[in-house]
Protein backbone atom coordinates (compact mmCIF):
# COMPACT_ATOMS: atom_id res chain seq x y z
CA UNK A 1 0.00 0.00 0.00
CA UNK A 2 1.15 3.53 -0.90
CA UNK A 3 0.44 6.67 1.40
CA UNK A 4 0.16 10.21 -0.50
CA UNK A 5 0.27 13.33 1.68
CA UNK A 6 -3.46 15.31 1.31
CA UNK A 7 -0.88 18.80 0.38
CA UNK A 8 0.36 16.64 -2.79
CA UNK A 9 4.23 17.26 -2.42
CA UNK A 10 5.37 15.32 -0.13
CA UNK A 11 7.02 11.72 -1.33
CA UNK A 12 4.79 9.04 -1.52
CA UNK A 13 5.72 6.47 1.21
CA UNK A 14 5.13 2.97 2.29
CA UNK A 15 3.06 2.08 5.47
CA UNK A 16 6.99 1.55 7.40
CA UNK A 17 7.42 5.18 6.39
CA UNK A 18 4.54 7.00 6.90
CA UNK A 19 4.45 4.92 10.90
CA UNK A 20 8.26 6.85 11.35
CA UNK A 21 7.50 10.12 9.61
CA UNK A 22 4.03 11.19 11.02
CA UNK A 23 3.80 14.35 9.45
CA UNK A 24 4.22 14.84 5.41
CA UNK A 25 7.14 17.08 4.75
CA UNK A 26 5.07 19.37 2.84
CA UNK A 27 2.90 19.65 6.15
CA UNK A 28 0.08 17.69 4.83
CA UNK A 29 -1.88 13.97 6.35
CA UNK A 30 -0.53 11.04 4.71
CA UNK A 31 -4.00 8.62 3.17
CA UNK A 32 -3.99 5.56 1.60
CA UNK A 33 -3.50 6.01 -2.17
CA UNK A 34 -7.10 4.13 -2.39
CA UNK A 35 -9.38 2.84 0.45
CA UNK A 36 -9.18 -0.97 0.06
CA UNK A 37 -12.96 -2.68 0.11
CA UNK A 38 -14.22 -5.48 1.61
CA UNK A 39 -17.22 -7.33 -0.41
CA UNK A 40 -20.45 -8.19 1.85
CA UNK A 41 -19.73 -11.84 2.19
CA UNK A 42 -15.79 -11.19 3.13
CA UNK A 43 -17.18 -9.00 6.24
CA UNK A 44 -19.50 -11.75 6.78
CA UNK A 45 -16.75 -14.38 7.17
CA UNK A 46 -15.18 -12.04 10.07
CA UNK A 47 -18.08 -12.23 11.97
CA UNK A 48 -17.42 -14.24 15.71
CA UNK A 49 -13.20 -13.55 15.13
CA UNK A 50 -11.50 -12.52 18.42
CA UNK A 51 -10.43 -8.86 18.41
CA UNK A 52 -6.64 -9.44 17.68
CA UNK A 53 -7.81 -11.69 14.36
CA UNK A 54 -10.19 -9.20 13.65
CA UNK A 55 -7.56 -6.50 13.88
CA UNK A 56 -5.26 -8.30 11.52
CA UNK A 57 -7.41 -8.78 8.93
CA UNK A 58 -9.14 -5.68 8.66
CA UNK A 59 -5.14 -3.68 8.27
CA UNK A 60 -3.81 -6.13 6.17
CA UNK A 61 -4.23 -3.76 3.28
CA UNK A 62 -2.89 -1.42 4.71
CA UNK A 63 0.02 -2.37 5.87
CA UNK A 64 0.88 -4.52 1.95
CA UNK A 65 4.64 -4.14 1.64
CA UNK A 66 5.66 -3.61 5.17
CA UNK A 67 4.35 -6.34 7.48
CA UNK A 68 3.84 -9.89 6.39
CA UNK A 69 -0.09 -11.30 7.89
CA UNK A 70 1.76 -13.20 10.12
CA UNK A 71 4.14 -10.49 11.70
CA UNK A 72 1.12 -7.99 11.83
CA UNK A 73 -1.02 -11.07 13.56
CA UNK A 74 1.81 -11.40 16.20
CA UNK A 75 1.96 -7.47 17.08
CA UNK A 76 -1.57 -7.57 17.57
CA UNK A 77 -2.13 -10.29 19.65
CA UNK A 78 0.57 -8.68 22.05
CA UNK A 79 -1.20 -5.25 21.61
CA UNK A 80 -4.54 -6.10 22.52
CA UNK A 81 -3.03 -9.11 25.02
CA UNK A 82 -2.52 -6.32 27.67
CA UNK A 83 -6.22 -5.28 27.54
CA UNK A 84 -8.44 -5.80 30.67
CA UNK A 85 -11.21 -7.20 29.20
CA UNK A 86 -11.46 -10.42 26.68
CA UNK A 87 -13.14 -8.66 24.18
CA UNK A 88 -10.92 -5.57 23.85
CA UNK A 89 -14.00 -3.20 22.92
CA UNK A 90 -17.21 -4.65 24.48
CA UNK A 91 -20.34 -3.79 23.52
CA UNK A 92 -22.98 -2.41 26.46
CA UNK A 93 -26.89 -2.15 25.80
CA UNK A 94 -28.48 1.45 27.07
CA UNK A 95 -32.07 0.64 25.88
CA UNK A 96 -33.40 -0.40 22.82
CA UNK A 97 -32.01 1.81 20.45
CA UNK A 98 -28.67 2.73 21.79
CA UNK A 99 -25.46 1.08 22.70
CA UNK A 100 -21.80 2.08 24.22
CA UNK A 101 -18.44 0.94 22.67
CA UNK A 102 -16.39 0.89 25.72
CA UNK A 103 -12.73 1.70 24.58
CA UNK A 104 -11.02 2.20 28.33
CA UNK A 105 -10.50 -1.63 28.84
CA UNK A 106 -6.68 -0.78 27.81
CA UNK A 107 -3.89 0.64 30.28
CA UNK A 108 -4.59 3.92 30.81
CA UNK A 109 -8.22 3.86 30.44
CA UNK A 110 -8.89 5.74 27.71
CA UNK A 111 -9.88 4.97 24.07
CA UNK A 112 -6.12 6.10 22.75
CA UNK A 113 -4.58 2.93 23.97
CA UNK A 114 -6.16 1.01 21.15
CA UNK A 115 -3.99 2.67 19.10
CA UNK A 116 -0.98 3.65 20.95
CA UNK A 117 -0.37 0.07 22.07
CA UNK A 118 0.41 -1.10 18.39
CA UNK A 119 1.91 1.70 17.13
CA UNK A 120 4.89 1.57 20.61
CA UNK A 121 4.72 -2.11 18.52
CA UNK A 122 5.55 -1.16 15.36
CA UNK A 123 7.59 1.37 16.08
CA UNK A 124 9.89 -1.35 17.87
CA UNK A 125 9.94 -3.71 14.72
CA UNK A 126 10.54 -1.00 12.42
CA UNK A 127 13.37 0.68 13.99
CA UNK A 128 14.99 -2.25 14.57
CA UNK A 129 14.99 -3.34 10.83
CA UNK A 130 16.25 0.25 9.89
CA UNK A 131 19.22 0.29 12.34
CA UNK A 132 17.13 3.52 13.47
CA UNK A 133 16.46 5.37 16.97
CA UNK A 134 13.30 7.62 17.55
CA UNK A 135 13.10 10.48 20.05
CA UNK A 136 8.95 11.15 20.50
CA UNK A 137 8.41 14.47 21.67
CA UNK A 138 4.57 14.68 22.63
CA UNK A 139 2.42 17.36 24.65
CA UNK A 140 -0.34 16.56 26.46
CA UNK A 141 -3.07 17.48 27.96
CA UNK A 142 -3.34 13.86 29.57
CA UNK A 143 -4.85 10.66 27.72
CA UNK A 144 -2.58 10.98 25.14
CA UNK A 145 0.42 11.31 27.24
CA UNK A 146 -0.47 7.96 29.55
CA UNK A 147 -1.69 6.27 26.51
CA UNK A 148 2.23 7.00 24.57
CA UNK A 149 4.50 6.65 27.40
CA UNK A 150 2.74 3.23 28.85
CA UNK A 151 3.05 1.97 25.18
CA UNK A 152 6.41 2.68 24.51
CA UNK A 153 8.23 2.58 28.12
CA UNK A 154 10.97 0.18 28.11
CA UNK A 155 11.22 -0.31 24.09
CA UNK A 156 14.25 -0.56 22.99
CA UNK A 157 15.50 2.17 20.29
CA UNK A 158 13.11 4.81 22.03
CA UNK A 159 13.08 7.98 24.17
CA UNK A 160 9.94 9.24 25.35
CA UNK A 161 9.76 13.54 25.99
CA UNK A 162 6.36 14.38 27.50
CA UNK A 163 5.35 17.87 28.03
CA UNK A 164 2.47 18.91 30.10
CA UNK A 165 1.47 22.04 31.75
CA UNK A 166 2.25 21.76 35.53
CA UNK A 167 -1.09 21.75 37.23
CA UNK A 168 -3.56 21.59 34.67
CA UNK A 169 -3.79 17.22 33.99
CA UNK A 170 -5.75 15.77 36.64
CA UNK A 171 -3.77 13.76 39.26
CA UNK A 172 -4.87 10.35 37.92
CA UNK A 173 -3.52 11.10 34.25
CA UNK A 174 -0.44 13.06 35.68
CA UNK A 175 0.44 9.81 37.96
CA UNK A 176 0.01 7.16 34.87
CA UNK A 177 2.61 9.40 33.29
CA UNK A 178 5.03 10.07 36.15
CA UNK A 179 5.00 6.67 38.01
CA UNK A 180 6.05 4.86 34.88
CA UNK A 181 9.62 3.97 36.02
CA UNK A 182 11.80 3.56 32.90
CA UNK A 183 14.97 4.67 31.77
CA UNK A 184 13.66 5.89 28.31
CA UNK A 185 10.52 7.65 29.84
CA UNK A 186 11.39 11.70 30.50
CA UNK A 187 8.02 13.75 31.93
CA UNK A 188 8.59 17.20 31.98
CA UNK A 189 6.61 19.70 33.74
CA UNK A 190 6.22 23.38 32.41
CA UNK A 191 5.88 25.64 34.50
CA UNK A 192 3.02 28.50 34.20
CA UNK A 193 2.39 27.16 30.67
CA UNK A 194 -0.97 26.05 28.71
CA UNK A 195 -1.24 22.75 26.81
CA UNK A 196 -0.75 25.04 23.69
CA UNK A 197 2.14 26.82 24.80
CA UNK A 198 3.67 23.19 25.56
CA UNK A 199 2.70 22.24 21.85
CA UNK A 200 4.32 25.32 20.39
CA UNK A 201 7.30 23.90 21.66
CA UNK A 202 6.79 20.69 20.52
CA UNK A 203 6.29 21.97 17.25
CA UNK A 204 9.62 24.44 17.18
CA UNK A 205 11.65 20.72 18.14
CA UNK A 206 10.74 19.69 15.17
CA UNK A 207 11.51 22.57 12.80
CA UNK A 208 15.04 23.39 14.75
CA UNK A 209 17.81 22.20 13.07
CA UNK A 210 19.82 21.53 15.68
CA UNK A 211 17.46 19.20 17.22
CA UNK A 212 16.00 17.35 13.87
CA UNK A 213 20.22 16.75 12.28
CA UNK A 214 20.94 15.76 15.72
CA UNK A 215 17.93 13.48 16.45
CA UNK A 216 15.24 11.27 14.53
CA UNK A 217 12.21 13.29 16.20
CA UNK A 218 9.22 11.37 16.14
CA UNK A 219 5.45 12.28 16.87
CA UNK A 220 2.31 10.03 18.49
CA UNK A 221 -0.26 12.26 18.18
CA UNK A 222 -3.17 11.36 15.81
CA UNK A 223 -1.66 12.63 12.48
CA UNK A 224 0.43 9.50 12.46
CA UNK A 225 -2.15 7.49 9.60
CA UNK A 226 -1.02 4.07 11.63
CA UNK A 227 -3.16 5.42 14.86
CA UNK A 228 -6.33 5.93 12.18
CA UNK A 229 -5.81 2.56 11.50
CA UNK A 230 -5.68 1.03 14.18
CA UNK A 231 -9.44 2.07 15.47
CA UNK A 232 -10.87 1.24 12.18
CA UNK A 233 -11.27 -2.58 13.82
CA UNK A 234 -13.79 -1.27 16.52
CA UNK A 235 -16.26 0.16 14.22
CA UNK A 236 -16.21 -3.25 12.53
CA UNK A 237 -16.27 -5.31 15.21
CA UNK A 238 -19.09 -3.26 16.68
CA UNK A 239 -21.27 -3.17 13.93
CA UNK A 240 -20.45 -7.16 12.98
CA UNK A 241 -21.75 -7.78 16.69
CA UNK A 242 -24.98 -5.64 15.83
CA UNK A 243 -25.88 -7.02 12.72
CA UNK A 244 -23.48 -5.67 9.93
CA UNK A 245 -23.02 -6.60 6.86
CA UNK A 246 -27.03 -7.34 6.90
CA UNK A 247 -27.69 -4.20 8.99
CA UNK A 248 -26.74 -0.79 9.03
CA UNK A 249 -25.14 0.84 11.98
CA UNK A 250 -24.83 4.41 13.43
CA UNK A 251 -22.29 6.08 15.15
CA UNK A 252 -21.66 8.76 18.02
CA UNK A 253 -18.18 9.61 18.62
CA UNK A 254 -16.72 11.90 21.03
CA UNK A 255 -14.89 14.40 19.34
CA UNK A 256 -11.61 16.36 19.90
CA UNK A 257 -8.43 16.40 16.83
CA UNK A 258 -11.13 14.47 14.44
CA UNK A 259 -8.92 11.10 14.77
CA UNK A 260 -11.36 8.41 15.82
CA UNK A 261 -14.54 10.14 13.80
CA UNK A 262 -12.01 9.75 10.73
CA UNK A 263 -11.41 6.02 11.20
CA UNK A 264 -15.56 5.48 11.35
CA UNK A 265 -15.16 7.27 7.65
CA UNK A 266 -12.73 5.34 6.83
CA UNK A 267 -14.62 2.23 7.97
CA UNK A 268 -17.47 3.26 5.60
CA UNK A 269 -15.03 3.82 2.99
CA UNK A 270 -13.94 -0.07 3.19
CA UNK A 271 -17.78 -1.36 2.67
CA UNK A 272 -19.15 -1.47 6.59
CA UNK A 273 -22.43 -0.28 6.22
CA UNK A 274 -22.55 2.83 8.41
CA UNK A 275 -25.53 4.71 8.59
CA UNK A 276 -24.48 8.14 9.68
CA UNK A 277 -21.26 9.44 11.97
CA UNK A 278 -22.42 11.38 14.73
CA UNK A 279 -19.74 13.97 16.00
CA UNK A 280 -20.40 15.19 19.09
CA UNK A 281 -18.53 18.52 20.67
CA UNK A 282 -18.58 20.08 23.66
CA UNK A 283 -19.08 24.25 23.65
CA UNK A 284 -15.41 24.30 21.80
CA UNK A 285 -17.68 23.70 18.57
CA UNK A 286 -15.64 24.46 15.52
CA UNK A 287 -16.65 20.97 13.87
CA UNK A 288 -20.20 21.39 14.56
CA UNK A 289 -20.37 24.95 12.91
CA UNK A 290 -18.16 23.57 9.79
CA UNK A 291 -20.42 20.53 10.06
CA UNK A 292 -23.24 22.50 9.85
CA UNK A 293 -23.03 25.10 8.32
CA UNK A 294 -19.48 25.06 6.06
CA UNK A 295 -18.24 28.03 8.38
CA UNK A 296 -14.61 26.40 9.72
CA UNK A 297 -13.53 29.62 11.99
CA UNK A 298 -11.11 28.73 15.00
CA UNK A 299 -12.00 30.72 18.16
CA UNK A 300 -10.61 30.37 21.45
CA UNK A 301 -10.73 27.59 23.89
CA UNK A 302 -13.12 27.44 26.83
CA UNK A 303 -12.14 24.55 29.43
CA UNK A 304 -14.91 22.22 30.40
CA UNK A 305 -15.25 18.88 32.11
CA UNK A 306 -14.25 17.20 28.89
CA UNK A 307 -10.62 18.63 28.43
CA UNK A 308 -9.50 16.09 25.78
CA UNK A 309 -12.77 17.64 23.61
CA UNK A 310 -10.83 20.86 24.17
CA UNK A 311 -9.49 22.29 20.88
CA UNK A 312 -9.41 24.93 18.43
CA UNK A 313 -8.61 23.56 15.34
CA UNK A 314 -9.09 19.55 14.74
CA UNK A 315 -5.93 18.19 12.85
CA UNK A 316 -7.69 15.52 10.85
CA UNK A 317 -10.10 17.44 9.65
CA UNK A 318 -7.56 17.97 6.74
CA UNK A 319 -7.86 14.08 5.87
CA UNK A 320 -11.59 13.97 5.32
CA UNK A 321 -11.57 17.90 3.65
CA UNK A 322 -9.20 16.28 0.99
CA UNK A 323 -11.11 12.88 0.26
CA UNK A 324 -14.58 14.66 -0.09
CA UNK A 325 -13.36 17.40 -1.82
CA UNK A 326 -11.67 15.45 -4.71
CA UNK A 327 -8.15 14.56 -3.83
CA UNK A 328 -6.63 17.89 -5.15
CA UNK A 329 -3.41 18.34 -2.60
CA UNK A 330 -2.37 21.36 -4.56
CA UNK A 331 -5.68 23.49 -3.92
CA UNK A 332 -5.95 21.76 -0.40
CA UNK A 333 -2.86 23.62 0.21
CA UNK A 334 -3.76 26.53 -0.68
CA UNK A 335 -7.13 26.32 1.10
CA UNK A 336 -5.21 25.50 4.72
CA UNK A 337 -2.48 27.89 3.92
CA UNK A 338 -5.22 30.52 3.98
CA UNK A 339 -6.67 28.74 7.42
CA UNK A 340 -3.17 29.09 8.60
CA UNK A 341 -3.06 32.33 7.87
CA UNK A 342 -6.55 34.07 8.83
CA UNK A 343 -7.79 31.24 11.37
CA UNK A 344 -11.13 30.95 9.16
CA UNK A 345 -11.88 29.06 6.04
CA UNK A 346 -15.15 27.96 3.72
CA UNK A 347 -15.76 24.50 2.91
CA UNK A 348 -16.06 24.47 -0.71
CA UNK A 349 -19.42 22.60 -2.12
CA UNK A 350 -17.87 19.51 -2.98
CA UNK A 351 -16.57 19.25 0.92
CA UNK A 352 -20.20 20.15 2.44
CA UNK A 353 -21.67 17.29 -0.18
CA UNK A 354 -19.25 14.74 0.52
CA UNK A 355 -19.52 15.03 4.10
CA UNK A 356 -23.05 15.37 4.67
CA UNK A 357 -23.53 11.85 2.72
CA UNK A 358 -22.44 10.30 6.44
CA UNK A 359 -21.55 13.13 8.86
CA UNK A 360 -24.02 14.90 11.43
CA UNK A 361 -22.89 16.47 14.16
CA UNK A 362 -24.40 17.80 17.49
CA UNK A 363 -22.86 20.59 20.32
CA UNK A 364 -23.72 19.41 24.57
CA UNK A 365 -22.92 22.52 26.80
CA UNK A 366 -21.83 21.83 30.49
CA UNK A 367 -25.63 21.20 31.25
CA UNK A 368 -26.34 18.30 28.44
CA UNK A 369 -23.78 16.73 29.14
CA UNK A 370 -24.74 16.10 32.78
CA UNK A 371 -28.21 15.28 31.79
CA UNK A 372 -26.70 12.56 29.53
CA UNK A 373 -24.54 11.24 32.16
CA UNK A 374 -27.84 11.23 34.71
CA UNK A 375 -30.14 9.55 31.75
CA UNK A 376 -27.48 6.97 31.35
CA UNK A 377 -26.97 6.09 35.50
CA UNK A 378 -31.17 6.12 36.15
CA UNK A 379 -31.93 4.48 32.83
CA UNK A 380 -29.21 1.57 32.77
CA UNK A 381 -27.15 1.60 35.45
CA UNK A 382 -24.27 3.15 33.53
CA UNK A 383 -21.86 5.48 34.86
CA UNK A 384 -19.96 7.23 32.19
CA UNK A 385 -17.21 10.16 31.98
CA UNK A 386 -17.84 13.57 30.34
CA UNK A 387 -16.98 12.33 26.50
CA UNK A 388 -19.18 10.02 26.38
CA UNK A 389 -21.51 11.81 27.94
CA UNK A 390 -21.13 14.32 25.13
CA UNK A 391 -21.11 11.60 22.26
CA UNK A 392 -24.53 10.20 24.30
CA UNK A 393 -26.08 13.25 24.31
CA UNK A 394 -25.95 13.73 20.38
CA UNK A 395 -26.75 10.21 19.54
CA UNK A 396 -30.03 10.63 21.90
CA UNK A 397 -30.29 13.82 20.29
CA UNK A 398 -29.64 12.68 16.27
CA UNK A 399 -32.83 12.76 14.23
CA UNK A 400 -33.91 10.62 11.21
CA UNK A 401 -32.85 7.62 12.19
CA UNK A 402 -34.85 4.60 12.06
CA UNK A 403 -35.91 2.83 15.06
CA UNK A 404 -34.59 -0.36 14.01
CA UNK A 405 -31.05 0.77 13.24
CA UNK A 406 -28.52 0.40 16.43
CA UNK A 407 -27.00 3.92 17.36
CA UNK A 408 -23.61 3.37 19.23
CA UNK A 409 -21.80 5.55 21.22
CA UNK A 410 -18.10 5.08 21.86
CA UNK A 411 -17.25 5.54 25.27
CA UNK A 412 -13.69 7.32 24.74
CA UNK A 413 -12.69 7.28 28.75
CA UNK A 414 -13.38 5.15 32.16
CA UNK A 415 -15.50 7.49 34.31
CA UNK A 416 -12.21 6.99 37.19
CA UNK A 417 -10.23 9.18 35.03
CA UNK A 418 -12.67 12.12 35.71
CA UNK A 419 -13.73 12.11 38.85
CA UNK A 420 -14.87 15.13 40.02
CA UNK A 421 -16.79 15.90 36.81
CA UNK A 422 -18.82 12.44 37.71
CA UNK A 423 -18.73 12.84 40.97
CA UNK A 424 -20.49 16.80 40.44
CA UNK A 425 -23.17 15.06 37.93
CA UNK A 426 -23.98 12.60 40.07
CA UNK A 427 -22.91 12.76 43.25
CA UNK A 428 -20.94 9.39 43.42
CA UNK A 429 -17.55 9.34 42.97
CA UNK A 430 -16.38 6.04 40.69
CA UNK A 431 -13.31 4.35 41.81
CA UNK A 432 -9.88 3.84 39.86
CA UNK A 433 -10.25 -0.49 38.59
CA UNK A 434 -8.58 -3.00 40.72
CA UNK A 435 -5.89 -3.08 37.92
CA UNK A 436 -4.52 0.12 38.60
CA UNK A 437 -3.62 -0.72 41.64
CA UNK A 438 -1.13 1.07 43.90
CA UNK A 439 -1.21 4.37 41.46
CA UNK A 440 -1.07 7.24 44.39
CA UNK A 441 1.19 5.23 46.48
CA UNK A 442 3.60 4.67 43.68
CA UNK A 443 6.66 7.83 43.85
CA UNK A 444 6.72 10.09 40.56
CA UNK A 445 9.50 11.03 38.48
CA UNK A 446 9.33 14.39 36.57
CA UNK A 447 11.28 17.55 36.04
CA UNK A 448 9.78 20.81 36.10
CA UNK A 449 10.89 23.70 33.49
CA UNK A 450 10.57 26.81 33.15
CA UNK A 451 8.28 27.92 29.85
CA UNK A 452 11.25 28.27 27.71
CA UNK A 453 12.45 26.48 24.56
CA UNK A 454 16.05 26.87 24.92
CA UNK A 455 15.68 24.94 29.00
CA UNK A 456 13.66 22.25 27.01
CA UNK A 457 15.59 21.64 23.85
CA UNK A 458 18.47 21.56 25.93
CA UNK A 459 17.11 19.05 28.15
CA UNK A 460 15.95 16.67 25.30
CA UNK A 461 19.27 16.77 24.22
CA UNK A 462 20.79 16.56 27.36
CA UNK A 463 18.71 13.05 28.21
CA UNK A 464 18.21 11.19 24.48
CA UNK A 465 20.48 8.59 24.55
CA UNK A 466 19.42 7.74 21.31
CA UNK A 467 21.26 10.39 18.93
CA UNK A 468 20.97 9.16 15.18
CA UNK A 469 22.29 10.60 12.23
CA UNK A 470 18.78 12.32 10.72
CA UNK A 471 17.27 9.94 8.06
C1 LIG B 1 -8.61 12.02 22.67
C2 LIG B 1 -9.96 11.87 23.26
C3 LIG B 1 -11.12 12.26 22.55
C4 LIG B 1 -11.07 12.91 21.19
O1 LIG B 1 -10.63 12.02 20.17
P1 LIG B 1 -10.15 12.59 18.76
O2 LIG B 1 -9.64 11.40 18.03
O3 LIG B 1 -9.05 13.58 19.07
O4 LIG B 1 -11.29 13.24 18.11
C5 LIG B 1 -12.35 12.02 23.14
N1 LIG B 1 -12.45 11.48 24.37
C6 LIG B 1 -11.36 11.12 25.09
C7 LIG B 1 -11.54 10.55 26.44
C8 LIG B 1 -10.08 11.29 24.55
O5 LIG B 1 -9.00 10.93 25.28
Not at 205 to 218: L, S
Amino acid sequence: MQYVSTRGTAPVLDFEGVTLAGLASDGGLYLPQEWPRFSESEIAAMAGLPYAELAARIMTPFVAGSLSPDELQDLCDRAYGRFSHDAVTPLVQLDQQHWLLELFHGPTLAFKDVALQLLGRLFETFLKRSDDHLTIVGATSGDTGSAAIDAVAGRERIDIFMLHPKGRVSDVQRRQMTTMRAPNVHNIAVEDASFDDAQAMVKRMFRDPAMNTRFHIGAVNSINWARLMAQVVYYFAAAMQLGAPQRKVAFSVPTGNFGDVFAGYVAAKMGLPVERLIVATNVNDILHRALANGDYSAGDVTPTASPSMDIQVSSNFERLLFDCGGRDGTALARQMDGFELERAMRLTDAQRTGASGLLTSARADADAMSGAMRWAHDRAGQVIDPHTAIGLHAARAAEGIAPDIPVVTLATAHPAKFRDAVERALGTRPSLPARMGDLFGREEFCTDLPGEYDAVAAFVADRATAASPAT
